[in-house]
């Protein structure tokens, strides 16, 4: 597709359960981020993946939260057992290159968590 | 990366221009101020960036002060598809990309 591709559009899950939510960047795009975007907040950083690894998890909230790229296309963000707080719209985005004068994002239209 | 400070909201007629301040004083010589808006349920889109000199896109213009401490995004005719939270960003130019968005400034264009 032209543009980021973000699958489920919206998910309702109870406490206790796993979740998945998938990102399908711009094809040829070898950095791709994870944001979390709280109500009436802005987007705040998860992680950043440059090609297959992560060159940084540091917003990662703690180890229930986990995302693999594991060919450098297609990633997933990973939630074991689900709590309220985690209720969110998480966001993906992907660029050209990742380092560098490199601030232009292109986001998909996020993954809308909801933890009963 | 160096904080920015926006105003909540502001509100602009509909043709008029619309003028979205930005603070950034303690911001240092290789940070790029970037500048995002993100339209009600949808994901943020890039709008424009720059370092010193005053940039122009199809988009909107970016005037930034000769000091650095301070910007403004132009968009020079609002339409009523330019309500949005405006995000004002500075980064790093070797941060890898990671954007740290504050709370924007909501502009609301009225008819």
């Known amino acids: 597709g032209a543009g980021v591709s973000q699958t489920p559009s919206n998910k309702v899950t109870e406490k206790g359960k796993y979740v998945e939510l998938r990102c399908d960047p711009i094809?040829?795009?070898?950095?791709l981020y994870w944001y979390r975007q709280s109500l009436g907040q802005g987007p705040e950083f998860l992680i950043y993946?440059?090609?297959?690894?992560?060159?940084?998890d540091s917003g990662l909230p703690n180890d229930r939260f986990f995302a693999v790229r594991p060919e450098g296309s297609v990633s997933t963000l990973k939630i074991q057992r689900t709590e309220r707080g985690d209720s969110a719209v998480y966001l993906c985005?992907?660029?050209?290159?990742?380092?560098?004068?490199?601030?232009?994002?292109?986001f998909g239209e996020g993954s809308r968590l909801t933890v009963l | 990366d160096a904080k920015t400070t926006q105003p909540p909201s502001m509100d602009c007629a509909e043709g008029r221009a619309a003028n979205l301040p930005c603070n950034h004083s303690?911001?240092?010589?290789?940070?790029?101020v970037y500048w995002y808006r993100q339209i009600h349920s949808q994901g943020p889109q890039y709008i424009i960036h720059?370092?010193?000199n005053n940039e122009t896109n199809e988009m909107a213009s970016l005037i930034i002060t000769e000091d650095r401490k301070s910007s403004t995004l132009i968009l020079p005719h609002a339409t009523l598809r330019d309500t949005a939270v405006y995000y004002c960003?500075?980064?790093?130019?070797?941060?890898?990309?990671?954007?740290?968005f504050g709370e924007g400034t909501q502009l609301t264009v009225n008819p």
């Open positions: 303690t911001i240092s010589g290789n940070e790029y």
């Open positions: 985005a992907s660029s050209q290159q990742g380092t560098g004068n490199t601030g232009e994002l292109f």
């Open positions: 960003i500075v980064m790093r130019e070797t941060s890898g990309s990671r954007l740290t």
């Open positions: 094809s040829g795009h070898t950095a």
């Open positions: 993946f440059q090609g297959t690894g992560a060159a940084d």
């Open positions: 720059g370092l010193k």
